[in-house]
């Protein structure tokens, strides 16, 4: 089994921000996909930046230009820099992790950290 331990989140004024880093905890997997996820209040989950395990990232539109999604592969950690954050970006962000065990492919989730852009 895999455990994903999330920390980073906080408040913060818009303009601020903040780093975010999901590490990816078990044995007898190797990591496909990792990512962040974010839903806010009435709304639905929504992807924010993927990294895959050649190292190739996507971003949603809104995040472009703002956001970073990198990875450390010796301590199966993703981070999230998110910069001139925005009311907008306030939300619970969840990592996700695909993890292959052999031929089975398996996703995990976070427990979600709370990020709130207020001032």
């Known amino acids: 089994q895999v455990q994903l331990v999330e920390s980073g989140g906080g408040l913060v004024q818009p303009g601020g921000s903040l780093r975010l880093s999901c590490a990816a905890s078990?044995?007898?997997?190797?990591?496909?996909?990792m990512g962040w996820y974010r839903q806010a209040p009435g709304k639905q989950r929504e992807l924010v930046a993927g990294?895959?395990?050649?190292?190739?990232?996507n971003y949603a539109d809104s995040v472009k230009g703002r956001f970073t999604v990198s990875r450390d592969n010796a301590k199966n950690t993703v981070y999230l820099q998110m910069n001139s954050l925005k009311p907008e970006d306030t939300a619970v962000y969840y990592c996700?992790?695909?993890?292959?065990?052999?031929?089975?492919?398996?996703?995990?989730w976070g427990q979600g950290t709370q990020v709130t852009v207020s001032s």
């Open positions: 996700n992790l695909v993890a292959a065990f052999g031929s089975t492919i398996r996703g995990y």
């Open positions: 078990g044995s007898g997997f190797s990591i496909n996909l």
């Open positions: 990294i895959i395990r050649g190292g190739v990232t």
